[in-house]
C-alpha cells in the first residue's frame, strides 16, 4: 500500500490565484481530515470528511473548499491564494471510530 | 523552508538514557490521546495512543502515562538512540471526530 498520498510537494502561488492540492489513499478509510501546520502551532483542521459525498468544516475553514466524490480522493481547493494561507498542509485518513491518522508527506505552498 | 522542527522547547538526552517528554492538555472531557512524532519534511506518524480508562500503556521501547487529574500526558521512550532525535507532540480527541487539538511539539535531541 501507499497509504497517504499528496501533490504537489511544494507549490508557490500569486496572491489571487487558484489551486487544489490532491490527496488519496488506498487503505479504504473512511475518514479523511486536511490539515494546515504552522511555525510554533500545532496541526489545525481545515475540513474533514465522514465518507465519500460528505464534508464538514474544521476549526480554520474559510478560503477553502473540499469534495469526497469517492472514498479514495479528497482534494483541497484554495479559491484566491492569500500569504496567511503560506503553510504546510497535510492529508490524514483514518478508520472510521477509531481517531488514530495516518498522514500524508505534506505540501509545502508559498504565496507571495 | 523553515523546518517544524524551530523555535520548539528542545530536550536533550544522552544516548543510552530514558527520555520522558511531557503535554499539557486542555479539555477534561477528552477520552482519546495519541503520541505522534514527525522528521523534517515528513507528516507526523504514530507512536502509541491511550484511552482516557487507562492511565499506562505499554509498547516497544515507549510508555505512555496519562494523569486525568492533572491533565497530563507523558512519553518515556527507554534507552534512547540517535535515531529518536526528532519532533514529538501529542494529540488528544473528545468525542466527535473533529474535535481534535495537537499539540506544538518538543524537539528530543539525542547526544552520542
Known amino acids: 500500500n501507499a497509504g497517504v498520498t499528496q501533490t504537489p510537494k511544494f507549490q508557490v502561488l500569486k496572491t489571487g490565484q487558484s489551486m487544489t492540492l490532491q490527496c488519496a489513499q488506498d487503505?479504504?478509510?473512511?475518514?479523511m481530515s486536511w490539515y494546515r501546520q504552522d511555525p510554533g502551532m500545532g496541526l489545525r483542521l481545515i475540513h474533514y470528511s465522514v465518507g465519500a459525498g460528505i464534508t464538514d468544516q474544521g476549526e480554520v475553514p474559510n478560503g477553502y473548499n473540499v469534495s469526497r466524490s469517492t472514498t479514495e480522493d479528497f482534494p483541497l481547493r484554495l479559491l484566491s491564494a492569500a500569504p496567511s494561507q503560506t503553510s504546510v498542509y497535510f492529508c490524514?485518513?483514518?478508520?472510521?471510530?477509531?481517531?488514530?491518522?495516518?498522514f500524508g508527506p505534506g505540501t509545502r505552498l508559498t504565496v507571495t | 523552508g523553515e523546518s517544524v522542527g524551530l523555535h520548539l522547547p528542545t530536550l536533550s538526552v544522552q544516548e543510552g538514557d530514558n527520555s520522558i517528554i511531557n503535554c499539557a492538555y486542555s479539555?477534561?472531557?477528552?477520552?482519546?490521546f495519541i503520541w505522534y512524532k514527525q522528521e523534517s519534511g515528513k507528516g507526523p506518524q504514530f507512536i502509541i495512543d491511550i484511552r482516557s480508562n487507562m492511565d499506562k500503556r505499554q509498547g516497544q521501547r515507549v510508555t505512555v502515562l496519562l494523569n486525568k487529574t492533572v491533565k497530563h500526558l507523558s512519553l518515556q521512550i527507554a534507552a534512547t538512540q540517535p535515531g529518536d532525535s526528532t519532533v514529538y507532540f501529542c494529540a488528544e480527541r473528545s468525542g466527535g471526530y473533529q474535535k481534535v487539538t495537537f499539540g506544538t511539539g518538543t524537539k528530543l535531541q539525542v547526544i552520542p
Open positions: 479539555n477534561s472531557a477528552s477520552d482519546y
Open positions: 487503505m479504504n478509510h473512511e475518514y
Open positions: 490524514a485518513s483514518s478508520p472510521p471510530q477509531q481517531g488514530l491518522e495516518y
